[in-house]
């Protein structure tokens, strides 16, 4: 693959500088790493629309940029993060500016026994830390560019670990702010994730950033649920209106583990969701549940992949898409049934709403099946509001945007009600409201 | 109250209404029957609203106001209420919510209050018992995994909740069992007053022993063929709608 060093300028100086002799926060196990991801990346290069799994999505406005790591615009106010914070008490707050943890933006409350919650540039430079085992052992970037690239350049994140038995009800909230200045700004969080032995956690990630100016974001989360533990992981995409974000959330689950992820996407203006699990355990269950809804040219691609290697696990994907203008939305729904894999039962489901005559989805499942006891279905449906339910609510007095809307709402809402945390969900309630009223066109409104 | 007046529609290009003339007073309960593809329905349609029909000509007033002029939501602010033959599931969507928002709609319409949800609940607990419907289904999505019965039930609910002025049943009967048909009818008929006027548009006339018209109108290819009284429904009860259909060629022929 041709990825010129041009390109890759930008990349090779701060990769570099990361791997250098002597810098801190590059110990040999992570250094290695580095260099490894940085080979392979160069080896790579940017995917195309040839690869097939880069298909409906092309990244040449990423491939093209020179994007700057460490350039910081204005740093934002406590109240205009507080848009972006939940109101329930949380465990722990880590904000994270252009992808560095910020002290003066964060709060850790006294944390139970058994749970570290910290920046994971602290935690590869403290002794003891149990990062080293884990970091880079998932998320593989064998064949994921994106992958190698924020591999190749990690520094920063978050660190969460939660201990055998430990159970943690209040959420973890990561907040990660793009300031966007005028130059073309890149940050890579890479964030790590370990519930171990019958824990149990929640964490919430909200990317977001100024509106205006492009900015590229290449986040990497390795997410491990050891035997028995019970993980709720929220990705709330609130981007800038012209940013690019490419994220790779990778789970890996042991014997009777239970993981929810759920992917909720509003902004930035080119975005790709990799979500993959390996059930690499018995009795391990998990539950993908997505939401999309975009506007303007706004193009998102979901791209899904449930390996299940072992027998008697249980995977659900239920994505739904709201697509107005002239949005695109993608998803891609890989499962893979390995041959011991028996009694495998996955089912799959993504639907489209089309608001406009313009808006396009693309809905590809992928069945790979080695096993033969199993249960795998998979379904898709794009679809316009539904004129006679239309008839039905206005039959009754309801105006026609407020019929359009509660029909919207309505699609939406059993994503949304999967939704555990409050005032995550009242938040993303709103969020769906103002952009049905953001997209009331004139004439329209009665 | 309502005067219509040489209507057609059609739809999907079809003309299925060839001229309806029909005038309905305040406290009156007319009957549409009439065979299969006569128009009943276009018409039930038509009068509610439903852009998928295209009017193509003739008038349509009610109370003196232009009622082709308005679309759906506005016929039913002022007071036009149908009751659907297949009332459509909307999941995600409960019908209490849906009916708080539609009467306020209403009420907005006539310059009143919105209903807080106390009035709203005391409204919903009284004209449940109406038809007999189990008031834990407001809570469910509209009409989702409901009965057929449930579905027609729910239905006159929803009347009684808007109180319209001008009732439109769409074959609200069909399907019905005699225990749910006796609900149905016993609703409507408890909605009957003198400032009120119900149209049925029924395929059978045993609706009719339940629901009792004033005036009976046979609907025949799009154009209302013979009109009378509640004992024209039990001549065509005995004689099959061909006789109106024979009897209305012959005039036409005969003209």
């Known amino acids: ?446 | 109250m309502l005067e219509v007046r040489n209507l057609h529609a059609r739809v999907e290009g079809q003309e299925i209404l060839k001229g309806i003339n029909l005038t309905v007073n305040a406290g009156e309960v007319h009957s549409i029957m009439g065979p299969n593809g006569s128009g009943k329905s276009t018409l039930a349609n038509v009068l509610a609203g439903n852009e998928a029909y295209e009017v193509t000509g003739g008038e349509v007033c009610m109370d003196g106001k232009d009622l082709l002029d308005m679309s759906a939501d506005v016929r039913a602010c002022e007071g036009v209420f149908l009751a659907f033959q297949y009332p459509v599931e909307i999941p995600g969507v409960t019908t209490s919510y849906f009916l708080k928002a539609a009467l306020n709609a209403r009420r907005k319409h006539r310059g009143q209050e919105e209903l807080d949800a106390m009035d709203f609940l005391k409204i919903v607990k009284e004209k449940a018992k109406l038809v007999d419907l189990d008031a834990r289904l407001l809570n469910r999505a509209i009409n989702e995994g409901f009965s057929g019965g449930e579905k027609k039930r729910n239905e006159i609910f929803q009347m009684a909740v808007l109180e319209p002025t001008l009732a439109i049943l769409d074959e609200t009967d069909s399907g019905l069992d005699i225990d749910a048909l006796k609900i149905v009818a016993g609703g409507v008929n408890k909605l009957r007053s003198k400032d009120r006027a119900v149209i049925v548009v029924t395929h059978y006339q045993r609706l009719l022993d339940y629901i009792v018209p004033d005036f009976v109108h046979v609907l025949v290819d799009g154009r209302i063929a013979k009109s009378g009284g509640k004992e024209l429904a039990l001549e065509l009860e005995n004689k099959g709608y061909s006789w109106v259909a024979d009897h209305s060629a012959e005039t036409a022929t005969s003209a």
């Open chain 1, 1 to 446: 693959m041709l990825a010129t060093t041009q390109e890759t300028n930008a990349y090779d100086t701060h990769h570099n500088a990361l791997t250098g002799d002597g810098v801190r926060g590059n110990p040999d196990w992570l250094c290695s790493i580095r260099k490894a991801a940085f080979a392979r990346f160069n080896e790579l290069g940017f995917p195309t629309t040839r690869h097939e799994e880069w298909q409906y999505t092309n990244v040449a406005p990423i491939a093209r940029e020179q994007f700057r790591i460490g350039v910081a615009g204005i740093v934002p106010t406590a109240d205009e993060l507080s848009t972006f914070s939940l109101e329930e008490d949380c465990a722990a707050r880590l904000v994270f500016i252009d992808g560095r943890f910020s002290t003066v933006h964060s709060a850790v409350a006294s944390l139970p026994d058994g749970v570290t919650v910290c920046s994971l540039a602290e935690a590869i430079v403290t002794d003891g830390s149990p990062v080293a085992s884990f970091l880079a052992k998932h998320a593989t970037y064998e064949d994921q560019a994106f992958t190698a690239l924020n591999t190749a350049l990690l520094e920063d994140g978050a660190f969460v670990h939660v201990r055998k038995g430990t159970v943690l009800e209040r959420p973890i909230h990561l907040l990660y702010w793009s300031t966007a200045p005028e130059e073309l700004a890149a940050s890579l969080p890479r964030n790590l994730i370990v519930a171990e032995e019958s824990s149990q956690l929640t964490v919430v990630e909200t990317y977001a950033g100024a509106n205006g100016s492009s900015y590229f974001t290449n986040t990497v989360t390795e997410l491990i649920a050891q035997d028995n533990a019970v993980v709720d992981h929220y990705k709330i995409n609130r981007e800038g209106d012209r940013a690019q974000h490419i994220g790779h959330l990778q789970v890996h689950q042991t014997r009777d583990s239970n993981v929810t992820a759920h992917a909720m996407t509003f902004g930035g203006s080119l975005v790709r969701n990799d979500i993959g699990t390996v059930l690499d355990g018995e009795g391990g269950e998990c539950t993908f549940n997505g939401l999309y809804m975009l506007k303007g040219s706004q193009h998102v691609d979901n791209h899904l992949l449930v390996d299940h290697a072992k027998p008697r696990c249980d995977s659900r994907e239920i994505f739904k898409g709201i697509l107005d203008d002239s949005s695109r939305g993608v998803f891609t729904g890989r499962i893979i049934v390995r041959k011991d894999a028996q009694k495998t039962d996955g089912k799959q489901t993504n639907q489209n709403l089309l608001l406009s005559d313009d808006a396009k989805a693309d809905s590809k499942p992928q069945l790979e099946i080695f096993a033969d006891d199993v249960k795998c279905t998979h379904g898709a449906t794009i679809g316009q509001v539904d004129s006679d339910a239309m008839f039905y609510l206005q039959s009754r007095g309801l105006c026609k945007e407020a019929a359009r809307n509660l029909l919207v709402y309505a699609f939406a809402s059993d994503c949304v009600s999967r939704v555990r945390i409050d005032s995550l969900r009242s938040q993303i309630e709103t969020l769906l409201f103002d952009r049905l009223l953001e997209g009331q066109r004139p004439g329209e409104a009665t």
